[in-house]
């Protein structure tokens, strides 16, 4: 074993796919790309997610308590790269990078089209947003592409390091 800096730790630990994170507010809808997310509850779905209070949606997410959670196909990786390096306060991200925005159904966030999972969210705890920027989210609606099929998503491994999803294997398992 070698010693590693405790400075890359994330690197191993990163949590699930890199996402694209909507808001709006005062009627300008924003983009960013999150990696850092976790599923906390099944029924109904809770997802914790960190977003940094130098993020320009970070003050529309602590305002209006909404948010979509797009999940972007790999094909989307670079545009996924560009809206985690600009600034929503600098450019409109979705007419930068061609993004489409739909109409969601139960918050004022909008879906993006090219993803192949949205999940609208509404903020239901923010006890750690002040320490940790910790936002926990309940999922109100799920929506998916049928028309991607087997859609394969990215994993933000650090300093612009990426790998994507591999093939599935399936073991016996005693959860349903």
Same mark, same amino acid.
């Given at each position: /074993? ?6 890359? !730790? =994330?690197?191993?630990?990163?949590? $699930?796919? &890199? !996402? ?6 005062? $009627?300008?809808?924003?983009? /960013?790309? /999150?990696?850092?997310? %976790? /599923? ?10 960190? &977003?940094?209070?130098?993020? =320009? ?9 909404? +948010?979509?959670? #797009? ?8 545009? !996924? ?14 007419? #930068? ?17 090219? +993803? ?12 750690? &947003?002040?320490? =940790? ?5 309940? !999922? ?34 005693? %959860?349903?």
């Amino acid at each position: /074993m070698k010693e590693l800096p405790l400075s890359k !730790v =994330y690197q191993l630990l990163e949590p $699930g796919p &890199v !996402v694209l994170l909507t808001t709006a507010r005062r $009627g300008r809808a924003n983009v /960013m790309a /999150m990696s850092w997310h %976790m /599923m906390i509850e099944f029924e109904p779905p809770q997802v914790a997610c960190v &977003v940094s209070g130098n993020d =320009y949606s970070f003050s529309a997410l602590r305002a209006t308590g909404e +948010c979509v959670i #797009a999940i972007p196909p790999r094909k989307l990786a670079t545009t !996924v790269v560009q809206a985690g390096n600009s600034s929503g306060r600098a450019i409109d991200k979705f007419a #930068a990078f061609g993004l489409t925005k739909i109409q969601a159904a139960r918050i004022s966030p909008p879906l993006i089209a090219e +993803c192949f999972a949205n999940l609208e969210c509404k903020v239901t705890d923010t006890r750690f &947003v002040n320490k =940790y920027n910790l936002f926990i989210l309940e !999922v109100l609606k799920a929506w998916i592409d049928p028309a991607q099929k087997n859609p394969k998503t990215i994993h933000h491994r650090g300093y612009g390091t990426f790998v994507v999803d591999g093939p599935t294997i399936k073991l016996k398992s005693r %959860m349903r």
